[in-house]
């Protein structure tokens, strides 16, 4: 299977792109004769492998069953495998299980309209680091409380550590003498931005979410 290095990639449009330009069945429909997945010898088919179009922009987050059907129909080459040793085998064929793929093709995307805030995106965005002491972050903090009229929204919400929420409290940032680390934002509208809120991204993909 070809390899190829992350390029990195500014073009920034969107996630939950439709993939039937690409590959038009669904998981559950029949796949065309000689396209079929291989039976799975150690990786389960609900395997998570995450989709870049032709322009290494993150596009989805897709099954395995239906990457080996890209990857068996000369739709998506292989960027990075999963752990050694895991494959797809049949009795005349044996295909390394893949992590990442690249469409051949590029696929357009429509825009995407602004992304829900939720504790677990807020969480994510951040990498669930506290945004006051840099420590594991379990939960969210409004900067500006909302007792004293601050938003809950994306840009007054950042990911905190339960010790610094409970001393933070009511009061204001420059109140305590604490400084933000980054200041709070609605997530990219990109590719990558989108799909790190939608899953939990497996490390094998960081590479690839920081290029684009």
């Known amino acids: 299977m070809p390899y190829r290095q992350p390029v990195p990639s500014g073009a920034g449009t969107v996630v939950t792109p439709d993939l039937r330009a690409v590959d038009p069945l669904p998981d559950d429909h029949p796949p065309a004769p000689g396209t079929e997945p291989p039976p799975t010898a150690s990786v389960p088919t609900g395997t998570r492998v995450l989709l870049l ?9 897709v099954t395995s069953k239906r990457a080996i059907r890209l990857l068996l129909s000369g ?54 680091r506290c945004a006051y002491c840099a420590r594991r972050a379990d939960t969210i903090d409004h900067v500006v409380p909302r007792s004293r009229g601050g938003a809950h929204s994306w840009e007054n919400c950042v990911a905190a550590c339960r010790a610094c929420n ?30 790190v809120l939608a899953v939990e991204p497996l490390p094998a993909w960081e590479p690839w979410l920081a290029a684009a």
């Not at 179009?53 to 987050?61: D, H, R």
């Not at 409290?169 to 990219?188: F, H, I, K, M, Q």
């Open 53 to 61: 179009n032709a322009s290494f922009e993150p596009l989805a987050v």
């Open 75 to 128: 739709k998506a080459e292989c960027l990075q495998e999963a752990l050694e040793g895991t494959a797809f085998r049949s009795e005349n064929l044996s295909l390394p299980a893949p992590s990442v793929l690249r469409l051949s093709r590029y696929v357009r995307v429509p825009y995407r309209r602004a992304v829900p805030m939720t504790r677990a995106g807020v969480l994510r965005r951040d990498g669930r």
């Open 166 to 195: 409970s001393r933070k409290a009511d009061r204001l940032v420059e109140e305590l003498g604490w400084t933000l680390a980054t200041v709070p934002g609605p997530p990219s509208r990109s590719g990558a931005g989108v799909l």
